[in-house]
Structures are given as C-alpha cells and as structure tokens.
C-alpha cells in the first residue's frame, strides 16, 4: 500500500501583510485578525519552458500548480489568455497521487489529453483538508500560440500533485480553547508562507477562527473585536523579521481590555503554543494597547509558561502502565508486575480497562459467562483498588475510554449504541446515558454499524471511532439539556487496505491506529485525514491487537506480547518495538489512562 502523505496547500485569501519599520507607533489603524494578505511565495514564477513538448508540458502545469501566490499565477502561465482569465481556480482544489497524462489526440497545432490519477484529499480556503478516496480524471485541450504550446480549455479548481505539495506547503497547528476553558484543542492547517510572513499569517488564521466542523463547540479568544496595533516585531522592538531566528515575537493588541486574568493566560496560550508549534522561536512579549498583557509577563511569555494548557505536554501519563493479564488488572512498575487491591485486581474475566486520567477510577469490561441470548459482557466501575459494580450489560462492549476530568467513561454496547457512564465524585454514583449518534451516521461517506471502538479525546473535543473497520474522527456536541451528540465525522486513515481493529490519541491532533493483516500493521494519522504514516513493524508480530498510546510512550499488544515503542524521533532510522518484560501471551493488553 503506497502511504499518500496527503500534504497540500490552503488558498486563504484576504490576509493582510503586517510590514512597516520596527517600531510600533502610539498611533496606526488596527489590522483585523484574519485579513493578513497572501504574499507570493518566491519573487516570481518561473515561466514556461520554451518550445516544450505538450505531453511534458501538462506535467509541468500540475507542478506550476504547487504555488497558490497571485490566485496561481505561476499555473495561469501555462494557459491562454483568454483561458487563463475565464479559468476559477478556486472552484475547488484536489490533491493526487502520481497523476497520469493520457494522449486522446494531438495535431500540428493542437492536442487533447486526459489527467487521471488517484485522489487522496481536498484542500479548503482556510487551510483545513479532508482526506479522499477515488478517482479523478480531467480532460484538458492544447494549442499552438505563437509557436508555443499553451492550455486553452480545462475544468475550473485546482489538481495538486501530493510530492510537488510535499515541498511547499507545511503544516501547522492553530490552538482553540475546550467548552471547559482548561486545554487548548488543536485544529491542524496547510499553508506555503515563508518563514518572514509565517507569524502574521498564523496570528491572522487564528483570529479567523476554528474550522467548521468544531466552531460550535470551542471558544476563540482573539475573535473580533480583537486586531493587531501596527506591525508585528521582534521581541526586542529593534529592527528584523519577527519569527526568522533567534529574537522572539512582540505583537500588540488590540480589544482585549475587559479579560480577566484567567483569560489573559488562555489568550497567550493560544498564541504561543501555535507560533511555537510552528518552529517561531520565544520570547513572546504580548501587549495590550501597549501595555503587558500580563505584568507578570512582561519581559515575554515561554512556552512553560502555558504548557499546562497542552492536550500534549509531557507528564499527562501519571498513572503509569497497566495491562491486562489472564483477565486480571496489574501494573508495571520498576520493580515488576504488581496487582492491585480491589475487584479490577482480584477479577479474572476481563477483557478490555479504562483508567482515568488521574487513576482515581476503572471501567473495565467482563465476561459475564452467561450463554446466548443472555448478554455475554457487563461494564463495571469502580475506585481503583476498590469494589466494582456493574452498570451496563450487552453482547458486547467496546474497550471503555474515559473523559480528561476523569467524569465519564464512553463505550459502545452491541456494536450500535454509544454511552456515557458518568460518575458522581462526591457520592461515588454513576448513572448511564445515551449519546445521540444520530448526527454522526446521517449522510453520504458517514460511518456504518456496527462501531467497534471510541476513543475520546484529552481534549473532550473530539472521538475518534473504528466504523466497519473504517477510522473517523467525530465532533463531541454537548447540547443545551445536557445530553452529548456525536456529529461532523470525518474519515481518517483512508484507503487502507485491511481493516482498522484499535486506535488510540497519540497527542491532540494525531491517532494511532492497528489493522488487520501483515503489511504496515501499525500506522499514525492526523485527525484530518493527512499524513497517514506507516510505524516501523521492526519485532512485531502480526496479527497486532490492541494499540494504547500517550504523547511520550506508545504500546501495541501482537500476537505473542505487548510491545513499547522505542525512541520517540519519528524520522529516526533506528526505530523498532521493545517487548515489555512480564507481558508476554496472545491475550495480554496494554492500558494506559484516558
């Protein structure tokens, strides 16, 4: 299977540049967030080579078509121009996988091809992108212009090649704020900016606000009325290309006077862990109207200063790892295998745990024994190392996975019926509830019954959900009665060849995912669909089972034990999976929290 990369180009128009001299006025007009114009990427496009043959001619537009600079005027080149003027570019923009040119006809003067090749995604004006499986196939017509072969007739929108793309364009992570206003929500974005514009152009997508899919359910600190005061500047305030080198960032706002301080941290919070995600070094120095957004900050704010926000940073694993062992609870720890107190430890007929993030509760599902009809699985919930009771019963029920804060476990009972088994801290009580999933399997290219996994976000934002063997990632709606919906699916990991049987967050924005089969068993995927990478399967051996994952420590159980991967570099050549001493066995699983 050829691992499509998926990487592309947004055509986000209405950005303008903040230039100017360094030092910022008492007095300029305020720039809207969201309004930073696109700059062209190089000094200009290079034009087409001269006496070109048509059929490598068509190649080298597809490439032209990398570049979205001036409404892609590098592509316009290629055209007539009268062609190049009727042509909409915008219409739509689809990235392929190895495009083929196809001759239909060709005479002394003019000349008919077919474009065909595989689609792997579509890219938006804002920069998000959808992964696609399909094929696409465009007919374009040529003709001789002075001697010169140029593109007279074509489908309007944009076909990128996905290697041409792999060059250009990069990805980058905008940061929203949860409905619990306590971590930020990653909203993944392709651009082709160069590294002096690439500050302006962030903090203007930011202000532009959330992808659609998850506006509803986040917040956006630098919405309007917020604008940007004059240019933005090194931290220093001295002359240079803010976010090219050493030397940090100083913007000033404007419209953010009535935050409060818990605001103020999460504003910042926003801007520095996305110009810090894009390699846009510290120190941040955030002004108000002038002033510090924050006194305590004033000299600029780190990107420590705000890691608590992170869905990602490092340590979120306190509980450490657990796994399941002849359907017994136990933890691994320095000193070897241990078994906790309670029902999870003294149990033998387990088959799948979720451990809060704080380790403080289990739900775990148990084989009831009972013969058909009777149900042949119950969920059961407890304190760690404490009693258990059950909840829910079903003929099946998928591998619990539990909510951030700790307050509900979600599942899925029978394959088609999602719930919440909410518990109550102060009395220990847990009460069952529906999620309406009816958004979610409403439409074309939505999942199918049966659901045989759901992973919650760290985020609450976001599940991501195994569908028929198909990977999704869904849209947690809390609704104004209370009640939550799963809606807005969107297909991941798309075009694999086998089926997807476990998945797990990696980090906010990316899964891990294990399918049937011997071929790259084990593959991550961006949660929008790009980027789909296949893992080393250096020391596994298929068929793999189960995957749990965290930021810092990824394990999978194969068929003979579970297995941690080791170095964290995913580009390392050195990369393979480490057995974990003490659990060894076809039935063992790994558990971590979430």
């Not at 760290?458 to 809390?478: C, H, L, N, P, S």
């Not at 294990?514 to 399967?537: F, H, K, M």
Request: aromatic share 6%; glycine share 10%; charged share 20%.
């Amino acid at each position: 299977m050829t691992m499509a990369r998926g990487v592309f180009a947004a055509a986000l128009a209405g950005l303008l540049i903040l230039t100017g001299c360094a030092s910022l006025p008492e007095s300029s007009a305020p720039q809207a967030l969201g309004t930073i114009n696109r700059a062209p990427t190089s000094v200009g496009p290079q034009p087409p080579v001269p006496g070109r043959d048509p059929d490598l001619l068509v190649g080298d537009f597809l490439t032209a078509s990398a570049d979205p600079a001036n409404r892609h005027a590098a592509a316009r080149q290629y055209l007539t121009s009268e062609t190049a003027a009727e042509w909409n570019a915008e219409a739509s923009i689809t990235i392929v996988e190895r495009p083929d040119t196809l001759r239909e006809s060709r005479s002394s003067d003019t000349a008919s091809y077919v474009v065909r090749s595989r689609k792997v995604g579509e890219l938006y004006a804002d920069g998000t992108y959808r992964a696609v499986d399909g094929t696409l196939e465009n007919k374009i017509e040529m003709s001789k212009v002075d001697g010169e072969w140029r593109i007279t007739d074509l489908p309007d929108g944009v076909v990128m090649d996905v290697n041409s793309f792999d060059k250009s364009y990069h990805r980058y992570v905008l940061n929203y704020i949860d409905p619990g206003s306590s971590v930020l929500v990653p909203d993944p974005r392709w651009i082709s900016s160069s590294r002096a514009e690439l500050t302006g152009r962030l903090i203007g997508l930011l202000g532009a606000g959330p992808e659609a899919t998850i506006a509803p359910v986040v917040r956006n600190l630098l919405a309007a009325p917020v604008t940007v005061n004059g240019p933005i500047v090194k931290a220093s305030n001295e002359p240079g290309e803010a976010g090219v080198g050493i030397g940090g960032v100083r913007i000033d706002f404007a419209g953010v006077g009535n935050l409060g301080q818990r605001e103020r941290e999460l504003f910042a919070a926003q801007v520095v862990l996305t110009l810090a995600g894009a390699d846009i070094l510290g120190p941040y120095v955030l002004l108000a109207d002038g002033k510090p957004l924050d006194e305590r900050f004033a000299n600029g704010w780190a990107v420590a200063d705000v890691d608590q926000f992170s869905a990602s940073a490092p340590g979120q694993n306190r509980v450490g790892l657990h796994a399941l062992r002849d359907g017994t609870l136990v933890q691994v720890t320095p000193d070897g295998i241990v078994t906790p107190s309670g029902s999870f430890g003294e149990a033998t007929n387990l088959q799948s745990v979720g451990i809060s993030a704080d380790g403080q509760f289990v739900a775990a599902v148990a084989d009831t024994g009972r013969p058909e009809p009777e149900p042949g699985r119950t969920l059961l919930i407890g304190n760690y190392g404490a009693k258990a009771f059950a909840v829910a019963e079903g003929a099946s029920i998928a591998r619990p996975s539990w909510t951030a804060d700790g307050g509900a476990a979600w599942t899925v009972l029978d394959g088609e019926r999602v719930i919440r088994a909410v518990t109550d801290r102060a009395t220990g009580n847990v009460s069952v509830e529906d999620v309406d999933i009816s958004g979610l399997l409403a439409g074309t290219g939505t999942p199918r019954m049966p659901i045989g996994e759901i992973a919650v976000s760290r985020t609450g934002v976001r599940a991501a959900v195994i569908a028929d063997g198909k990977v999704y990632v869904a849209v947690i709606e809390r609704r104004p009665d209370g009640k939550y919906a799963l809606t807005s699916p969107v297909p991941v990991a798309v075009g694999l060849s086998s089926r997807a049987v476990s998945l797990s967050w990696v980090t906010g924005d990316t899964l891990m995912v294990a399918r049937e089969g011997n071929v790259d068993p084990v593959l991550t995927v961006s949660i929008d669909g790009s980027q789909l990478t296949a893992v080393t399967p250096q020391n596994l051996t298929p068929p793999v089972r189960v995957v749990t994952a965290a930021p810092a420590t990824q394990y999978v159980a194969d068929s003979r034990a579970v297995l941690q991967l080791q170095t964290a570099d995913p580009s390392g050549n050195d990369r393979f999976w480490r057995e974990v001493p003490g659990l060894t066995g076809d039935s063992v699983v790994p558990v971590l929290p979430g």
